[in-house]
């Protein structure tokens, strides 16, 4: 696991997180609360310790997020979080995840070199009663890569107001994985 945080202000509403549930499964959160500053970072706040009341128990992501949204539903007048939940099961070698409005995770599967945007069904977490949460399940071999991020690293914008962008982003995740490794 390498992370990197490069917030945009000092005090923000963007977090992740690693939660571990024992019998070889660990969860992977990343969520981006809506607005910034104070405000938002107390939303994340609220959101993360909501997560880790009920992540260590709940082994479906779809569900997890069903609780949050309904948990956060009513604090949450016009603010949103966007987030994607997975859990990676290291004795079946597999992933199961769910999207929540965030912007998908690319995986980069060693096997065949293909980056996959990883994404299912489900609105923003707070924004609706149901938020139509899915999940899928993938298999996952050694040498596989993800990567999570929020929507600050595509919307980024050039000297001319030209987007950074999920198809750069590809480019540069691929020419990375082929050239580093790990904290690199």
Do not use: W
Not at 11 to 26: E, N, S
Not at 35 to 64: C, D, E, W
């Amino acid at each position: 696991l390498a992370s990197k945080h490069y917030p945009s202000i000092g005090i923000g509403g963007d977090l992740y997180d690693v939660v571990d549930m024992g019998q070889g499964l660990t969860g992977f959160v990343i969520a981006d609360m809506s607005g910034h500053g104070v405000a938002a970072a107390l939303v994340a706040s609220m959101f993360k310790m909501s997560f880790h009341t009920h992540a260590a128990n709940v082994a479906s992501p779809k569900i997890l997020f069903h609780m949050l949204n309904e948990l956060m539903n009513p604090l949450l007048a016009e603010d949103y979080i966007t987030s994607f939940y997975l859990i990676v099961d290291r004795e079946q070698s597999t992933i199961t995840y769910s999207n929540a409005g965030h912007p998908a995770p690319l995986f980069y599967q060693h096997e065949t070199g293909e980056i996959i945007e990883l994404d299912t069904e489900g609105y923003f977490i707070g924004m609706f009663e149901n938020g139509g949460y899915d999940e899928k399940t993938l298999a996952i071999a050694e040498g596989d890569q993800l990567l999570l991020y929020t929507d600050c690293i595509i919307e980024m914008t050039d000297a001319a107001g030209q987007e950074f962008g999920r198809e750069r982003l590809k480019q540069l995740f691929a020419e990375t994985i082929a050239n580093y490794q790990g904290q690199e």
